[in-house]
């Protein structure tokens, strides 16, 4: 596990373009925190990282949005609309994401329903803009570097 801390909206960029360094096809990445804390900001810098040219912005009302264009695809989703694990489920977001990144915001809700190798981070205000990160790794995350994120 590694905690960290940024105290502004650009280093809150800056963590998720290192985070971006240690992924690739088929990682899974769930984001927790209540609403504000910068899910989405961290994803943004998730995608600069991962070279994707499109801005960022949170699918809450579209579940997913899936980016192409970057060194690897990534898939973006919100879960806090879903009613249930099934309807997650009946998404398939996983495969989608098989050849790509999987970022799913809210993802302390269907934790039980993803891959056992995951990466969770978990967001925090802390001050005006100050954010708190602990970033926890589960399964073969618990064999790779996490350093260089810190």
Do not use: C
Not at 127 to 137: D, K, L, M, Q, S
Request: net charge negative; glycine share 10%; proline share 4%.
């Amino acid at each position: 596990m590694i905690t960290t801390r940024t105290d502004s909206p650009e280093e809150t960029l800056a963590l998720g373009r290192r985070l971006a360094s240690v992924l690739g096809p088929g990682d899974v990445v769930l984001l927790s925190g209540r609403l504000g804390t910068g899910k989405t900001l961290l994803t943004s810098g998730i995608a600069e990282g991962l070279g994707v040219p499109d801005q960022i912005s949170s699918p809450t009302f579209v579940i997913a949005r899936v980016y192409r264009d970057g060194l690897v695809p990534l898939v973006h989703a919100d879960v806090y609309r879903l009613g249930s694990i099934l309807e997650f489920e009946d998404l398939d977001l996983e495969e989608t994401a098989a050849n790509g990144v999987l970022v799913i915001e809210w993802g302390e809700a269907i934790e039980e329903a993803v891959s056992m190798d995951r990466l969770v981070v978990e967001l925090e205000i802390d001050g005006e803009t100050g954010r708190r990160f602990r970033i926890v790794p589960f399964g073969s995350w618990l064999d790779r570097s996490l350093e260089e994120v810190a």
